[in-house]
């Protein structure tokens, strides 16, 4: 019987610390974005891809984070095989 490998605390606390720093920015440069947004109104619409590129790469070290996070609390999704029946 193998047991799972230990997580290491090295790659949450390094998504938790990247996650702070992204909240952080974000608040620190909200006047950008309220900016940004203006301007896809007045005929910029390309602008429109930054904040769609933001919420994917918070959306990608926040995950991760949240993932690690609760693998190093022993709790991890139950493994469900799917049964299809035949007609």
């Given at each position: 019987?193998?047991?799972?490998?230990?997580?290491?605390?090295?790659?949450?606390?390094?998504?938790?610390?990247?996650s702070i720093v992204l909240f952080y920015l974000l608040f620190h440069f909200?006047?950008?974005?309220?900016d940004w947004a203006l301007r896809t109104t007045h005929g910029e619409k390309a602008l429109f891809l930054i904040p769609v590129v933001v919420a994917f790469v918070f959306s990608y070290f926040h995950g991760q984070f949240t993932g690690h996070f609760w693998e190093?609390?022993?709790?991890r999704a139950a493994k469900v095989s799917v049964v299809t029946k035949k007609k």
């Open positions: 019987m193998s047991h799972p490998a230990k997580p290491s605390l090295l790659p949450t606390l390094t998504f938790g610390v990247a909200s006047g950008h974005f309220v190093m609390l022993g709790l």
